[in-house]
């Protein structure tokens, strides 16, 4: 319930913004978002923000696009990996300049463990969105399969200086500062 009320909230916040017919990452509601996300102390609005902006990124003005994120999105969230990155690719090649098609590449390949495409896609994904504390916090966890655990803490910070109430992100740090600490201390 608690979490319909936040998804209320961020609908509220999209409407008050002026209207904009384009969306994606180049939607001008997105400043004001991340303004408001940074000023922010109450957990709560915050999650709505978040919210909001996850709505602007996931949508696109081209319904054909439109439809393709939203079936790649059913089939991870099914576990129909392969299939999702054949939709995910298909939508990259048409809209190669739609941030969010990238970034869920990106999440398909981690979770395919191909940790190498995961990266390059949220290269991608930065190019178009800087912001995009979504794909920061992934590049973390790439950097975390990878072993990079100094690049890790950065990815996070990253993702931290865009959103600082991302959930996990804090986390991460704390606990790859002190496995790195663990392994300077001798036995």
Request: hydrophobic content about 45%; overall charge neutral; aromatic content about 10%.
């Amino acid at each position: 319930m608690r979490r319909l009320g936040i998804a209320l909230f961020a609908l509220a916040l999209c409407a008050m913004l002026p209207f904009q017919v384009k969306a994606d990452q180049m939607d001008a509601r997105l400043d004001d978002l991340f303004k408001r996300l940074a000023e922010t102390s109450n957990p709560t609005e915050a999650a709505a923000t978040e919210d909001a902006i996850w709505t602007l990124w996931l949508a696109h003005p081209d319904e054909r696009a439109q439809r393709y994120m939203f079936a790649g999105i059913r089939q991870m969230n099914d576990g129909q990996l392969r299939e999702a990155l054949i939709t995910f690719s298909r939508l990259v090649e048409m809209e190669p300049k739609f941030a969010e098609a990238w970034n869920k590449r990106a999440t398909v390949y981690y979770a395919l463990q191909d940790y190498d495409a995961s990266a390059r896609d949220i290269a991608e994904t930065l190019k178009l969105e800087p912001r995009h504390f979504g794909a920061l916090s992934g590049l973390g966890l790439v950097n975390i399969a990878l072993g990079r655990f100094p690049a890790a803490i950065t990815s996070f910070e990253m993702a931290m200086a865009h959103h600082p109430y991302l959930r996990g992100a804090r986390e991460n740090i704390k606990n790859l500062k002190n496995e790195l600490k663990e392994r300077e201390t001798p036995i």
